[in-house]
């Protein structure tokens, strides 16, 4: 009986094992073809140089198109944050079969696919003349990011002791108040992690972000995509380089701000 759960755990962990290497090993390969010298996307690379990041601050076209998706990314994070977190503590009063359909409605965007989603949005911003703006990319991506921060937020005010909130308001503190002294030191974790998921949802979004953007307002997906249709362009590796360790840092930023073992337990 030892033998057979530790035969289970080994398996258990072979597989773990080989999902994250599947996971991680595209990325490993995208990082080294930044570093190559070859004028060609080429792993291994034949030898180790920044030339490309040199001409990626060379080229405006594609630090445009970075800019753009930092800002859109921290655009859909800021609405989604304030949109996700107020549904999910309006839906505190609600529970049955209600509850449960407006829990079903404020998912039902990412049931949506994203080409039906960009083509109704391009037709309705065109009505008022902001196809190819900002707010119009950042409106769409948060149709996606804002279930999820939603879904972030719901579980976590759902593990909080809202008795904790009632007593600083017998006490004589404002609603506001008793939210930001009370209820958001507890809940900073899965306000971090919402937050993290929105951004994220943002950087890679493309099929949205296709239909809706311009040569001014072009994110990194979509640029990568009109780059990578001629040729196999090593300033794609890159930029995918530059979000990856942007990603990477934010995380770490959040486990620093939020605890490690709260971003894991509490969200």
């Known amino acids: 009986m030892a033998e057979a759960s530790a035969v289970r755990s080994w398996a258990f962990r072979v597989v773990v094992a080989t999902l994250f290497a599947m996971l991680v090993l595209p990325l490993g390969i995208v990082v ?10 080429v792993f291994p690379p034949t030898d180790l140089s920044v030339r490309w990041f040199d001409e990626l601050l060379a080229s405006p076209t594609w630090l445009r198109s970075l800019f753009n998706s930092l800002l859109v990314a921290a655009g859909t994070s800021t609405l989604s944050m304030v949109v996700g977190t107020t549904a999910a503590l309006g839906l505190r009063g609600y529970d049955g079969r209600l509850h449960s359909g407006l829990v079903g409605l404020a998912l039902l965007p990412l049931l949506v696919p994203g080409v039906v989603i960009g083509v109704t949005l391009l037709t309705f911003f ?11 990319l950042v409106l769409a991506h948060s149709l996606w990011a804002t279930p999820l921060t939603f879904s972030v937020m719901q579980s976590t005010f759902a593990r909080f002791d809202w008795r904790l909130h009632e007593a600083a308001l017998d006490l004589g503190a404002s609603r506001v108040y008793a939210f930001r002294t009370v209820v958001v030191p507890e809940v900073r974790a899965g306000l971090v992690v919402a ?7 943002s ?3 493309f099929v949205m972000a296709l239909f809706l953007s311009g040569p001014d307002t072009r994110t990194v997906p979509v640029q990568a995509w009109n780059s990578l249709r001629q040729s196999l362009d090593p300033l794609v590796s890159v930029v995918s380089t530059i979000l990856l360790a ?16 709260r971003l894991a337990t509490d969200t």
Do not use: K
Not at 32 to 41: E, G, L
Not at 195 to 201: Q, Y
């Open 32 to 41: 080294a073809t930044a570093f190559d010298t070859s004028s060609a996307v």
């Open 126 to 136: 065109s009505a008022f003349g902001l196809q190819q703006s900002y707010l119009a």
């Open 195 to 201: 937050a993290l998921v929105a951004f994220i949802v």
């Open 203 to 205: 950087l890679q979004e």
């Open 246 to 261: 942007v990603v990477v840092l934010l995380v770490l930023l959040a486990g620093a701000l939020a605890g490690l073992d």
